[in-house]
């Protein structure tokens, strides 16, 4: 089963602890592609200028990454740039030029309209809306958002969207905001009540909190003994967890709890260097057998026998 996903590509300059880089490929569609493409073929809808270098694009042929929807047009890619604090959480944003994408209008190619697997990354609410009303028939939509769509003029639009989607992912703080709730287990519930039955939190190091239907599921985050660069975990994350959805090829406990697992592997892996190098250069088999860790490594046995 395909998945397809509508959001940024960007330009990153990025520094933290351990170093930085200048200019490295980013942006939500990126990570997401990249992390999703591991597991099932994807499609990728996004904007950039001339100047997107030629061996950028060879990283999602060279995959089971579908680029027809990726549009060029004349001027300058997004561009963000910002710095790290020690804790490896907080950040502070140097410059953000969205450049081509302050125009970004989403159009499919109509093979993609069909696509069952809809991941809409955080962009507009307004502008997500219209890929909606562009797709036949999907089964599994899920969404992104941030603070500013939040707490500004497209809240309505955000409030419609959610009646509209399946799932949606997104951090602990802006679950807060969205239900002024700072309990991610009631916030999941107030979510669940406006719409998506699937709801997943991002907790950074702490890891996630996923209310699936009556189902309330917590994950760790994979553990590491350094973080290099955590820009793009959580959409990466969001690529694994809906192309192991899609993979499974239904939306049920088990599938959402396995696509919990490959997301937390790969955001993991994702925070291991700049930008999408990690992410990239992982293979198939290593993401087997981080998986089958994770696993072992959260499984606990309860010290009181069944009667």
């Not at 910002?82 to 410059?95: A, I, K, V």
């Not at 990466?236 to 937390?264: H, K, N, Y």
Request: aromatic share 8%; net charge negative.
């Amino acid at each position: 089963m395909t998945v397809l996903v509508v959001g940024s590509m960007a330009y990153d300059s990025i520094g933290t602890p351990h170093g930085g880089v200048d200019d490295a490929l980013g942006g939500s569609a990126t990570y997401f592609a990249l992390a999703s493409s591991h597991l099932t073929p994807t499609q990728l809808v996004a904007v950039v200028g001339t100047d997107f270098r030629a061996e950028d694009r060879a990283t999602f042929s060279d995959r089971d990454i579908d680029v027809e929807g990726l549009e060029t047009v004349e001027g300058a890619t997004f561009r963000w740039g910002g710095r790290y604090l020690p804790n490896m959480q907080d950040r502070e944003t140097d410059f953000t030029h969205l450049n081509v994408f302050e125009t970004f209008s989403p159009r499919l190619p109509q093979s993609y309209r069909e696509t069952s697997n809809v991941f809409l990354a955080n962009i507009e609410p307004r502008l997500q809306l219209e890929v909606l009303e562009q797709m036949q028939n999907p089964g599994f939509i899920a969404c992104d958002t941030m603070n500013f769509w939040i707490e500004g003029p497209a809240r309505p639009h955000l409030d419609e969207l959610l009646t509209r989607v399946n799932g949606i992912i997104i951090n602990d703080e802006e679950a807060a905001l969205l239900t002024g709730e700072a309990n991610p287990v009631l916030a999941s519930r107030i979510i669940q009540d406006r719409g998506p039955r699937t709801v997943v939190i991002k907790k950074g190091a702490h890891g996630a909190l996923c209310r699936h239907e009556d189902t309330l599921i917590a994950v760790p985050a994979f553990p590491l003994e350094s973080v290099v660069d955590p820009t793009g975990a959580g959409d990466t994350f969001a690529g694994g967890f809906m192309g192991q959805i899609a993979a499974a090829g239904e939306v049920t406990t088990d599938s959402i709890r396995q696509g919990l697992v490959v997301g937390t592997v790969l955001a993991a892996e994702c925070c291991q260097g700049f930008g999408v190098s990690s992410l990239a250069a992982m293979k198939r088999p290593t993401i087997e057998e981080r998986a089958r860790m994770f696993v072992q490594l959260t499984s606990l046995t309860s010290p009181f026998s069944e009667e």
